[in-house]
């Protein structure tokens, strides 16, 4: 069982789906009475870990059949805790408390500017592992960003060799120049994510939609998507109110059950 929550806990550094399931309740004459309260750990690339060797060995067999085993992944899709009934065979009913694994939001901000620096200090009170990625080494640094988890100094171009996105990553644009915003936006646009901002006058972001519609052949529907001009609506002009415009609307997003 020790190695069982070991494998949960590795689980929240991880991009794949996955969900845990206790096995609640049982009508069968063929499997142990004694499994309910044991647990399955289920991901979406197909692996399945049991909370024991006895639960592995009796339910096991009966996910191997390609219908069955279908079924049990498809609970990776589960988005809140919920009971779920199962039919193994004909003579075999399980119940499992099926509960999503969910990380930590992830908040990206893509530039290390005026107000990338009270953005990072305002979320880093909100639980967010906080990533600022910027090309210039003057800006970036812990001086500057005390409150952030990591600093990526490289080109962004070069960021996106090794990047995976993960479905509760917020990505924040905020980059010295629309050029920038382009090169980090055309990555994203078509991530499975929970938020993209980026910040501009319209005049910027026109520009910026332009060239993905012309030259990366993005849709209207996948732009849309984006919160830009970024932050709620505030009256805000300094860049500590941007930063507290934009917090708010991360907020909003997290917090929207509908989502």
Known sequence: MKNFFRKISEQFNSSNKVITAVLTDLESSEIDENLIGEMMMVDEDGGIEYSSEKMEKEIRKYILEEEMKREILNLTNTKEAELKSIELNK???????????????????????????????????????????????????????????????????????NFKARQNDYIVIVTRGHQFDYEVLKELIREDVKYIGMIGSSKKINEVYTKLREKDKVSDKELSRVHSPIGLKINSETPEEIAVAIAAELISVRRDKSA
């Open 91 to 161: 003579d075999n009913k399980i119940e499992l408390f099926i509960e999503p694994v969910l990380d930590n939001p992830r908040l990206l901000v893509f530039g290390a500017g005026h107000i990338a620096s009270p953005l990072v200090k305002i979320s880093s009170l909100m639980d967010f592992e906080i990533t600022v990625i910027d090309d210039r080494e003057e800006f970036l640094n812990y001086d500057n960003f005390p409150s952030a988890d990591s600093l990526i100094c490289l080109p962004y171009k070069d960021y996106f060799e």
